[in-house]
């Protein structure tokens, strides 16, 4: 069954837009295993010597739109074989261009591709309609809530940008490299929020287990579409009874939390990020409301951000046969 509507940020609107114009999964794959480092990211030498601090960007635009050409046929929104919507952030207004919808129709499908994926600092921002726009990412990486619309279920497909792990020596890299973390962070906080406040209609998470590949690394193609694969396939196999639900974001499973007193130093953190979940005793210790939990794979940060890891989560059953609640907030 063919979607009702493609919707993406940055590399998620190139390949959304492929889709969505009649490229082939076989040309996407072709395209991912055969490309390398040099072809995307060429230096803006000349620029950065004349503009120095003026300079728009690190690299080079070219290779960037030549790319998306080879993907994305230069057709106009209205002429794509399903509905699509590229996110974007208009530079200049800070508000988000989602090209697509009513009004913001009559563009080129590549050029608004483009400005999804220029990611400020690393490409120049691109021109969409007479609008400077950028990465929609610096609003919105995962572009839901305006594709759920008169939807009944909605598959996000998050690759990565919200599973923080930490990295070592990220201060001696120079300031793109920590830019760049500093951007992943704040997406994180961004899709943190919206999906805690996801409620219809039900969603179905896919999230490869890929956050360990960075940005710019290439030569990991095979490995990463085998991992989206099987992710994906997990996940649809929650479908059923994602629909049969009201709503909520799945696949959820059966989760035992436990808190280890003796290294709770008291931060409170976990009952900042789960406040329905975590309260704090008489001597300053963080206690758990409830210990057996159905979560989805948007929940469990508090797991993570324990400073101490005081806090350990383990799966009791593989998957939750039926619409059960989700972590308390």
Known sequence: ??????????????????????????????????????????????????DRMRTPSVYSAEPLQALIARLVPDVRFDDAQMPLLVNTVDAETGFQVIWGLPGHREVAVRDAVYASCALPGAYPPGVVGGHVCVDGGAADNLPVTIAAQDMELVIAVD??????????????????DISMRAAQITMAALQREQLNRWTTPPMLLVRPRVNHVGWFEFGHAGFLIDEGYRAAREALD????????????????????????????????????????????????????????????ADGVFVRQCPTGAITARRVERRVSGAMPSVPS
């Open 1 to 50: 069954m063919a979607p009702a509507l493609v919707a993406g940020t940055s590399i998620g609107a190139l390949i959304g837009a492929a889709i969505a114009t009649g490229t082939t999964r076989a040309a996407l794959e072709d395209a991912a295993r055969g490309l390398s480092r040099r072809d995307l990211f060429v230096i803006n030498r000349v620029k950065i010597l004349l």
């Open 159 to 176: 690759v990565g940008s919200t599973d923080l792990t930490r990295d070592d020596g990220i201060a001696t890299r120079g300031f793109f």
């Open 238 to 297: 929650h479908v059923d009874v994602a629909l049969a639900s009201e709503g909520g974001i799945f696949p959820r499973r059966v989760m035992e939390v436990d808190v280890e007193r003796e290294r709770c130093v008291g931060c409170r953190m976990c009952t900042v990020l789960a406040p329905g979940l975590f309260v704090m005793d008489a001597e300053g210790k963080a206690v758990l409301r409830e210990r057996i939990l159905h979560w989805s794979p």
